[in-house]
Nanobody, 116 residues
Framework: QVQLVETGGGSVQPGGSLSLSCTAS??????????MNWYRQAPGKQREFVAR???????KYIDSVKGRFTISRDNYQNSLYLHMDTLKPEDTAIYYC????????WGQGTQVTVSS
């Protein structure tokens, strides 16, 4: 049974920082073979892609988070991370991790709220 568990969400003031983690278990293939992704879904909006790290470590971000968010992974810990700096109210959303690019392997999400 595939499980992706996100942790690290919370409430923070604008300009603050948060770090998210996602730990995977039960994947059919080795964690290291999967590209890993972060998505987010704000209230009343569709889920959107945020960041991706390939199995080779290449990183990709949406424009709105470039220079503020950093995606990383630890294949020995089967874990994915998202460090978020200079958070803005528009970053408020539920953040999800996903294993692979076209799979149905999603975590349950963790809430990030940026508000003064």
């Amino acid at each position: 049974q595939v499980q992706l568990v996100e942790t690290g969400g919370g409430s923070v003031q604008p300009g603050g920082s948060l770090s998210l983690s996602c730990t995977a278990s039960g994947l059919p293939l080795s964690f290291s073979t999967y590209a890993m992704n972060w998505y987010r879904q704000a209230p009343g909006k569709q889920r959107e892609f945020v960041a991706r790290i390939s199995r080779d470590g290449l990183k990709k971000y949406i424009d709105s988070v470039k220079g503020r968010f950093t995606i990383s992974r630890d294949n020995y810990q089967n874990s994915l991370y998202l460090h978020m700096d200079t958070l803005k109210p528009e970053d408020t959303a539920i953040y999800y991790c996903r294993a692979g690019d076209s799979t149905n392997y999603w975590g349950q999400g963790t809430q990030v709220t940026v508000s003064s």
